[in-house]
């Protein structure tokens, strides 16, 4: 019998990868979002459903519709430059929601998408899945209550995978990184906090696709369990960025700058709304931030096949290829450009 996968957040960056991954893997996909889908963007065969997850009776009647369900990927998530109440909702209600209303509905398993965003901007690295969760902001905040909800229900006997994905990109990524790309694309001076000499993981959509498939279906004693994932192969900042300048052939170079005064330009722009880029991004981009998946690698033999420099360059052609098509919208998801605010001034500067 066929598997068939509920995909929660199905319209997004995250949703519509899985939906074509899981569909090479013979699966099933049901795609539920608050956001309209566009079918020609998927995998043919795909289901969809448009709802709330924070609506219990939406998400019991998706799963009694397009049942038997044999896996819930729980990938649904309020975005940062979304409302506070909003985030919270969404990312913590919402996650209540779909497990309860999944383990009601039989099924055996919900795989839940956190964010390595639960631990902060911590002084130890490599990052393992045992260091403190220290939240930063509405999201990362709500990401730490939500997987506090799912070791509850791990605690009553439910299996509850939880993945805690790096930032993660591809073709179609959009959000912060076209605000990157539109700036190489331009031949602009990239600026960067500091002199660039930290490492800073990032991750590939489609080996985030693999681990979360392997999280949906090997054993249960061996996913039950938080699993880091983030680029086994990522240089620093100013070498990862560097690459993307040389490969976009742009006269586009890394530009270092002062990291506390950009800081508090940064913050002060934030408070009134004239940049995109919140207090985590600004907080440690000139940190490092790499955690370790050694747990994943030994437990589910799940091994990242792209380099930090890889994953960027794909995206960045996909850009390129796409540019003229994306229009002049903004919004706050990864599937569309953001505003850039007081930036776009200072792109010009630049």
């Known amino acids: 019998m066929t598997m068939r996968v509920l995909v929660t957040g199905g319209a997004g960056f995250l949703g519509v990868n899985l ?12 795609s539920l979002d608050i956001a309209t889908s566009v079918a020609a963007e998927y995998p043919p065969g795909t289901i969809f459903r448009v709802g709330d997850v924070r609506d219990p ?13 044999d896996v819930v990927i729980h990938a649904a998530a309020a975005l940062p430059l979304w409302r506070p109440h909003d ?7 919402g996650t209540h929601t779909v497990l309860d209303c999944a383990r009601s509905a039989g099924v055996p398993r919900t795989v839940f998408i956190s964010s390595t965003a639960v631990y902060g901007v911590p002084d130890k690295h490599p990052i393992d899945e045992t260091d403190p969760m220290i939240g930063v902001g509405p999201y990362g905040e709500s990401k730490v209550a939500a997987e506090q909800i799912c070791a509850a229900y791990r605690a009553q006997g439910y299996c509850v995978p939880v993945v805690r994905p790096k930032t993660f990109l591809g073709p179609g990524r959009l959000g912060v990184f076209q605000i990157l790309y539109d700036w190489v694309f331009a031949g602009k001076r990239i600026p960067i906090l500091g002199p660039g000499h930290n490492r800073y993981q990032l991750l ?33 900042v100013a070498e ?16 270092p700058v002062p990291a506390w005064p950009a ?88």
């Open 19 to 30: 939906a074509h991954h899981l569909s090479m893997q013979g699966v099933t996909v049901i």
């Open 57 to 69: 009776g939406t998400v019991s009647r998706t799963l009694a519709e397009t049942g038997p369900i």
């Open 87 to 93: 985030i919270r909702t969404t990312n913590i209600a």
């Open 204 to 236: 590939e959509v489609s080996d985030l696709c693999d681990a979360i498939w392997r999280a949906a279906t090997h054993a249960s004693d061996r996913v039950n369990d938080t699993f880091n994932v983030g680029a086994s192969r990522f240089a620093t």
């Open 240 to 255: 990862d960025v560097g690459d993307l300048c040389l490969h976009a052939g742009t006269r586009a170079q890394v530009f």
């Open 263 to 350: 800081k508090t330009a940064l913050r002060s722009l934030e408070a009134v709304n004239l940049s995109p880029l919140y207090r985590w991004v600004y907080g440690t981009a000139d940190r490092d931030s790499y955690v370790s998946t050694t747990k994943i690698s030994d437990a589910l033999d799940w091994h990242p096949r792209h380099s930090n420099a890889e994953a960027l360059i794909h995206a960045y052609d996909w850009y390129v290829e796409h540019r003229s098509e994306l229009g002049t919208s903004t919004g706050v998801t990864h599937r569309v450009a953001w505003d850039q605010g007081a930036l776009a001034l200072l792109k010009k500067l630049l």
